[in-house]
């Protein structure tokens, strides 16, 4: 069964960082694009960051640009995202997800397989 | 980068049939084939229902199916069940960046 892990959420306050981790087995990890997503308490979804399988391009949520950066080390199988002047409003559960393309704009913003999640709070 | 719109609230009794629609541009929906459907539980993590617009992923029950229609997406249940209870969302890449609807709840009466 293909697994992602996320690691790495927790407290910290405004204007803080955290690394985020998303460890994955049992599937060829570089072979596809891989995205967080994040969902608020109580709210809906919404994507915040994408790395194609060489981890070569990024994209990013307007919300976010400026702030996060995510890379992958495929040597690793694993997937991080930076953040950095984090505010309240990046509260969330922070969702890995493998997409089904190695290209992110062919199949890679189609989510088969996800993370558990991992919290992050942002408060004083 | 605005949400697609879907309607906050659908119901139906079991063996029923409902319709969750999603609405978009011609710049995400309306622009792409890949435009893809999620159930969430409550607790969760959201699970792949249907993918490219009309697709199934194994092991997704033919209970389930999508369609596109210009700007608009839809998914339809079919013979509901009690487990179909739970929150769904649409989802489509938009160019350079992934777009989510703001989801449905689905209560099975």
């Known amino acids: 069964e293909v697994l992602l892990l996320e690691s790495g959420g927790g407290l910290v306050q405004p204007g803080g960082s955290l690394r985020l981790s998303c460890a994955a087995s049992r599937f060829i990890f570089s072979n596809y694009a891989m995205s967080w997503v994040r969902q608020a308490p109580g709210k809906g979804l919404e994507w915040v960051s994408a790395s194609s399988g060489s981890g070569g391009d990024t994209y990013y949520a307007d919300s976010v640009k400026g702030r996060f950066t995510i890379s992958r080390d495929n040597s690793k199988n694993t997937l991080y995202l930076q953040m950095n002047s984090l505010g309240a409003e990046d509260t969330a559960l922070y969702y890995c997800?493998?997409?089904?393309?190695?290209?992110?704009?062919?199949?890679?913003?189609?989510?088969?397989?996800w993370g558990q999640g991992t919290m992050v709070t942002v408060s004083s | 980068q605005s949400a697609l719109t879907q309607p906050a609230s659908v119901s139906g009794s079991p063996g029923q049939s409902i319709t969750i629609s999603c609405t978009g541009t011609?710049?995400?929906?309306?622009?792409?084939?890949?435009v893809s459907w999620y159930q969430q539980h409550p607790g969760k993590a959201p699970k792949l229902m249907i993918f490219?617009?009309?697709e199934r992923p194994s092991g997704v029950s033919n209970r389930f199916s999508g369609s596109k229609s210009g700007n608009t997406a839809s998914l339809t249940i079919s013979g509901l069940q009690a487990e179909d209870e739970a929150d769904y969302y649409c989802?489509?890449?938009?160019?350079?960046?992934?777009?989510f609807g703001g989801g449905t709840k689905l209560t099975v009466l």
């Open positions: 989802c489509s890449y938009a160019g350079g960046s992934t777009l």
């Open positions: 011609s710049s995400d929906v309306g622009g792409y084939n890949f």
């Open positions: 490219e617009g009309i």
């Open positions: 997800a493998k997409g089904v393309g190695y290209y992110y704009k062919s199949g890679g913003s189609t989510f088969d397989i």
